[in-house]
T-cell receptor, first 112, second 112 residues
């Protein structure tokens, strides 16, 4: 079975903290994505990576950065957490030739 | 601009009452259209990929169809366990990174 694993299901952080969200996939997929999901706004793309050390901004990159040092791992970093970053964060991976994206279980982040 | 619109936002059905969910899209060349199911607090679960107009795919009580402008997810004789949010996403032909553009979803509630 294909698997995308996010390091935490639930996180509570304080305003101003640096936050790391980790995502690991075991499918040898080239492309990985970070989305956030908010009621009424759907899934919005934050960043994606199409190769090790390669990254591109998505639609809402402000306040976030990413790291991809190994093919299987894609990290999302909140440089200085703010309350408007309280959200569900979803990681996905895809091999474009398969035209099928698999998601992790999500991380519910609350910034207080 | 590539865009996906789902309707209705919410749908309540009685058990056994068949219905359809709509996904309208505008994209600069369609590479693929995806349907996902998402349960509360969890990541999206892949259901179908459709590639060209006229294509249909089925899984249990679900059937997905595709035209040049929209896709339908038909639910036949639904059961309470079909209650979930159904997400539609498109992948543009110009995208070689697998980026998915999502609609806002339809939340389905099936009452016994």
């Amino acid at each position: 079975d294909v698997k995308v694993t996010q390091s935490s299901r639930y996180l509570v952080k304080r305003t101003g903290e640096k936050v790391f969200l980790e995502c690991v996939q075991d499918m040898d997929h080239e492309n990985m994505f970070w989305y956030r999901q908010d009621p009424g706004l759907g899934l919005r793309l934050i960043y994606f990576s199409y190769d090790v050390k390669m990254k591109e901004k998505g639609d809402i990159p402000e306040g976030y950065s990413v790291s991809r040092e190994k093919k299987e791992r894609f990290s999302l970093i909140l440089e200085s957490a703010s309350t408007n970053q309280t959200s569900m964060y979803l990681c996905a991976s895809i091999r474009p030739s398969q035209r099928q994206a698999f998601f992790g279980q999500g991380t519910r982040l609350t910034v207080v | 601009e590539d865009q996906v619109t789902q309707s209705p936002e919410a749908l309540r059905l009685q058990e056994g009452e068949s219905s359809s969910l709509n996904c309208s899209y505008t994209v600069s060349g369609l590479r693929g259209l995806f349907w996902y199911r998402q349960d509360p607090g969890k990541g999206p679960e892949f259901l179908f990929t459709l590639y060209s107009a006229g294509e249909e795919k089925e899984k249990e009580r679900l059937k997905a169809t595709l035209t040049k402008k929209e896709s339908f997810l038909h639910i036949t004789a639904p059961k309470p366990e079909d209650s979930a949010t159904y997400l539609c996403a498109v992948q543009a032909a110009s995208s070689n990174t697998g980026k998915l553009i999502f609609g806002q979803g339809t939340t389905l509630q099936v009452k016994p």
